[in-house]
């Protein structure tokens, strides 16, 4: 059994793919256990995770307590025609009327955004969303999070994220999505 991991958080750095693969068992767990998924979801994301290291612009960031254990993992990457999300955000934009050609063009996919339930509460999570976008390519920042009141919509809203979809459903996941989005780069606050 792995120990609990402390909340403290000690350092926040950008991480290389092959710092992440290092760390990769690690930063799904934390995605796990984040988002409340069953365990054998880690490693069937490990190749997916893999996969987005390799594309244009992606771009990690990783806290880490005073006992060196990942307690937070954010990434992202430029989104781009072909990919999934892309391709299922513009089937939305187009069947909603949204404007699909000026928000798909030119952003980056803040793809993961995860603080350890322990790590939560303490403004971590926006940390690594600033230290991620401040050095994000694209003239804007597009992502998708589950509908509802939780903490992740309230550290988006806050940060300035306006709605692009709403109440959206991406083929193979019953629940309904938000899109949001905002211009880069974020202002200093
Ligand atoms: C979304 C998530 C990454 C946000 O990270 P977080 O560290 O919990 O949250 P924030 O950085 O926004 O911090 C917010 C809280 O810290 C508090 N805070 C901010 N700065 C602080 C500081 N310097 N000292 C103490 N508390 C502080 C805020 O008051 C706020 O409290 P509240 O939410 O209870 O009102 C995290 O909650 C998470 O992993 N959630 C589950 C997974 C998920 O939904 N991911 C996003 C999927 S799209």
Known sequence: MTAAPSPRCYRITELTTEQLRARLPEALQIYVTAMNYPPA??????PMWSAHMLRA?????GAFSDRD????IGYGYLGAPG???????????LSSGGDADSWLDDYFELTELHVHPGSQGGGLGEE???RLLSGAQGGKVLL????GPTRAWKLYRRVGFADVLR?????????????L????PLEAV
């Not at 979801?41 to 490990?46: L, P």
């Not at 990919?83 to 934009?93: D, N, S, T």
């Not at 109440?167 to 899109?179: C, E, I, S």
């Not at 989005?181 to 880069?184: I, T």
């Open 57 to 61: 612009g992606w771009r990690c960031i």
């Open 41 to 46: 979801t880690a490693q069937q994301r490990a």
């Open 167 to 179: 109440n959206y459903r991406f083929t193979g996941d019953p629940r309904p999505f938000a899109v």
């Open 144 to 147: 998708s999070t589950p509908e």
């Open 181 to 184: 989005g905002r211009p880069l």
């Open 128 to 130: 690594i969303l600033r």
């Open 69 to 72: 254990e990942l307690i937070g």
């Open 83 to 93: 990919q999934w999300w892309h391709e299922q955000v513009r089937r939305g934009l």
